[in-house]
């Protein structure tokens, strides 16, 4: 019998039922996939003839997909620019089912991860980025109040972008209104997601706030304590190779790497944060979600680019 036979799982319509709202830094990843036979005279580059373009979701708008993916129902929270991004991520959201409630601040460039790949392989990365006005973060709020109720479990996305302004606010919100929590942190600063249920920095992330561990040890004192300090219902460490480790009030547990060939870690992490956050909502403890995330972040990183799983993929 395989070892996944005996782990609990939510039912299909038991996750079809459950509610996601996802809020976090959004952006469009578009690739550029050509040909490279010579190198430039102009510089040592490579010259590459583009033969086809792809567009997918990217940052927060990727969480919603997987979330979407697996089976339940993900709303996306967030802002977006006035621009032809935008336009292009609505589309791809409505293409994927995923109901979005986006802020628009025309002052803002909706973001835009280019990637150029030549012979299988991200020759460059492009970036269009700015930051959202104060303005627009502020209505972001009313919009969360609005949406909060309606929702199994709240799950943030953040990217360091600047679209989480507001994020004690409203962790404080969803715990008051009984919602599961979810991070995905980023920076150096994990004061402001003090009170989630669960947050999921991967090593380096972690090591950015508390230091570079020396031993297993080390690694658990430090997390347990940087838990109790946030008053983190657990902490859910992803460890590449490592397999992943979560930190909670019963101590730990840990799993092993699930993945069978590494070949793209782009996405990864929103793939198990989504995983957690749809399992959670389905009623499953954080402890038993956490090997079925795992599977799922094993899953994705032998694919190109950001992906998502589905129920069937992951359970059957």
């Known amino acids: 019998m395989s070892v996944t036979a005996t782990w609990p799982r939510p039912a299909p319509e038991a996750l079809a039922a459950r509610r996601v709202l996802v809020v976090g830094d959004v952006m469009l990843d578009r690739y550029w996939h050509g040909a490279v036979?010579?190198?430039?005279?102009?510089?040592?580059?490579?010259?590459?003839?583009?033969?086809r373009e792809e567009e997918r979701l990217g940052g927060a708008a990727n969480v919603a997909l997987n979330v979407r993916a697996l089976g339940a129902q993900a709303t996306l929270l967030t802002v977006v620019g006035d621009d032809e991004p935008a336009r292009r991520l609505r589309t791809l959201l409505e293409a994927q089912d995923v109901r979005a409630v986006l802020g628009a601040d025309p002052q803002l460039r909706t973001i835009v991860k280019l990637r150029v790949i030549g012979r299988q392989q991200q020759l460059v990365r492009i970036d269009f980025e700015n930051q959202p006005t104060h303005e627009v973060l502020a209505q972001l709020l009313d919009d969360f109040v609005r949406e909060l109720p309606d929702h199994d479990a709240v799950l943030f996305s953040d990217y360091g972008k600047g679209g989480l302004?507001?994020?004690g606010r409203m962790i404080t919100m969803a715990r008051e209104a009984g919602k599961p929590v979810l991070v995905d942190p980023k920076g150096s600063d994990y004061s402001r997601y003090a009170g989630a249920d669960l947050i999921t920095p991967n090593r380096a992330e972690l090591a950015q706030v508390v230091g570079p561990w020396g031993s297993e040890h080390e690694l658990r004192e430090r997390a347990c304590a940087l838990r109790d300090r946030l008053g983190l219902a657990a902490l859910l460490l992803t460890r590449s190779e490592e397999g992943m480790t979560l930190y909670d009030a019963a101590g730990e547990r840990h799993v092993d790497a699930d993945a069978r060939e590494v070949f793209d870690v782009t996405g990864a992490g929103d793939t198990v944060i989504a995983t957690m956050a749809a399992l959670i909502a389905a009623g499953l403890p954080a402890r038993d979600a956490m090997p079925w995330a795992n599977r799922a972040g094993g899953i994705v990183v032998g694919r190109f680019g950001t992906a998502s799983v589905g129920y069937a993929e992951l359970f059957e």
């Open 165 to 167: 302004a507001h994020v």
């Open 37 to 51: 036979d010579r190198i430039s005279p102009e510089a040592p580059v490579p010259v590459v003839r583009v033969n």
